[in-house]
């Protein structure tokens, strides 16, 4: 079933920090579930999430549990951790009136009963912002659509973006899978240019973030690497600007995409003319 983007716009995108604040943070359990559970690789890939529209979620990459592999994840449309094997949710934790330590304990506890190591001791090689709720239960009753709109935030773009990478099949190296970091929280995937995987190989992050500290609100980049003189940047198709301070690419914020008529057929039209427009300029 396509995404319904006429949904999109309940909340306006710059009020959704808060919604994303906690949903970042309760993103990290199915990341420590990962680093417990499955063989470390140099670029952290496998902590990183794939978005699972037929659950709505953020999910982790197969943990080995006895029995069949499973994943552990996150469905923010109502703050909860999931676990799931195909297409069932085998279990689920609702943070709302929950501490983020009971988040872990309920998931260790779920982690042991599958035989699969505990989240609760791993040590993330990076740091987050202390936790909103200062170790304070959660309390979500005024944020459930900002929760709801949030989710669509990953939902609809992934969609465009897996059009966008399905479009580029033929390309070589070409994209790379459609992954959530939990460090940033963004979505993206890497179109690499090059084969090579020095610093000077050429490619084009295309992703998605939910806010950051650059932009307090959703917005789609086009980020190409190594990043263009900025004295002479090509003009960019509509809504996208480029964004020079802290990181380089084209961006089309979330109010900017909610303004555009289609806005599904015109955020892929964005991505892919940008997109071009980078891959030209680096003589790819």
Known sequence: MRFDWSKMGRMPPAGLVAARDLAHHAAQWPAKAAHANLSAVPDDSHSAFTWDASHAALVSRVLP?????????????????????GDS???????????????????????HALGLNPAGGVRLPYALPAHPTG????????????????????????????EFAGKLAGLRPGPGPLLCWPHHFDMATLVRLDAGAGESARSVGVGVSPGDEFYAQPYVYVSPWPRFDGGNLPA??????????????????????LAMKDRGKALLAFITGAFEIGRARLGA
Not at 140 to 154: A, D, I, K, N, Q
Not at 236 to 257: D, K, M, N, Q, R
């Open 65 to 85: 549990a006895k029995g069949g592999g499973v994943r552990v994840g996150i469905r923010m449309a109502r703050l909860e951790l999931v676990v799931t094997s």
């Open 89 to 111: 949710v085998l279990d689920a934790f609702q943070f709302d009136g929950k501490t983020d330590a009971a988040a872990g304990a309920w998931l260790d506890s779920k982690l």
């Open 135 to 162: 170790g304070r239960s959660h309390e979500l009753g005024m944020l459930g659509r900002e929760l709801g709109e949030l989710s669509r935030w990953f939902g609809g773009p992934a969609e465009v973006l897996e």
């Open 236 to 257: 960019l198709p509509p809504p996208g600007h480029w964004h020079t301070e802290g990181f380089f690419g084209a961006v089309a914020t979330g109010e900017e995409i």
